[in-house]
């Protein structure tokens, strides 16, 4: 399979506690973005990557979130001290880079729950 | 910033029938405005996209139109198929420098749509 991929696909977790997540995105693909999706809603943007540089960073994103893509190839996003708010899907994207219709694929996602 | 309203939240219709969805957006200088399907407990794919420079776009039974003028696009699909049944989302994409694109997406609310046998 040679589009996005998400590690792990499901998560539950205890409130206070840290968790990880993995994309890998379609090779030579520069871009890569991460999203945020609850039931009955849109995925609302949370930060995206050029390269190994991360241009954005949403408003939603507190300082308990941090992403990384330290050699411009897969990224993680690590939430600290996870909260209940923090249940979601968690959705990775990756794009060209190139042009301005710059078609973003998305992976299958990471449920996250919270207890 | 952007902002993308999606109509309506809910459509039932008969197989064979036509659905369209709207979508107004905020930003003027959003200028790429793609079209995604989720189903179920899978990823949003892409289905059709659009840009400014461009009124309408057909791809078999599914087309986009664009009005940016008024700040409005639709989507269309015709004959429809209980596979159609899904959420849609329209997505606004604003323009970046040097004729690339600026990178965050914002989406709309959804759409569930049904399509009864």
């Known amino acids: 399979d040679t589009g996005v991929s998400q590690d792990p696909r499901h998560k539950i977790t205890k409130r206070g506690q840290n968790v990880t997540f993995r994309c890998d995105p379609i090779?030579?693909?520069?871009?890569l973005y991460w999203y945020r999706q609850t039931l009955g809603q849109g995925p609302e943007f949370l930060t995206y990557?050029?390269?190994?540089?991360?241009?954005?960073k949403s408003r939603l994103l507190s300082d308990r979130f941090s992403a990384e893509r330290p050699k411009g190839s897969f990224s993680t996003l690590e939430i600290q001290r996870t909260e209940q708010g923090d249940s979601a899907m968690y959705l990775c994207?990756?794009?060209?880079?190139?042009?301005?219709?710059?078609?973003?694929?998305f992976g299958p996602g990471t449920r996250l729950t919270v207890l | 910033g952007e902002n993308v309203e999606q109509h309506p939240s809910t459509l039932s219709v008969q197989e064979g029938d036509s659905a369209v969805i709207k979508c107004t957006y905020s930003?003027?200088?959003?200028?790429?405005f793609p079209w995604y399907k989720q189903e179920l407990g899978k990823r949003p794919q892409l289905i059709i996209d659009?840009?400014?420079?461009?009124g309408e776009k057909k791809d078999q039974r599914i087309a986009v139109t664009l009005n940016k003028t008024a700040k409005h696009f639709s989507l269309h699909i015709t004959e429809t198929q209980p596979e159609d049944s899904a959420v849609y989302f329209c997505?606004?994409?604003?323009?970046?420098?040097?004729?690339?694109?600026?990178?965050?997406?914002?989406f709309g609310q959804g759409t569930i749509l049904t399509v009864h046998p």
């Open positions: 994207a990756s794009s060209l880079g190139r042009g301005p219709r710059d078609t973003q694929y």
């Open positions: 090779s030579e693909h520069n871009r």
């Open positions: 990557f050029q390269n190994e540089a991360q241009l954005e």
């Open positions: 930003d003027s200088a959003s200028n790429y």
């Open positions: 659009i840009r400014s420079n461009v």
């Open positions: 997505a606004a994409l604003r323009a970046g420098a040097g004729g690339t694109s600026y990178g965050k997406l914002t």
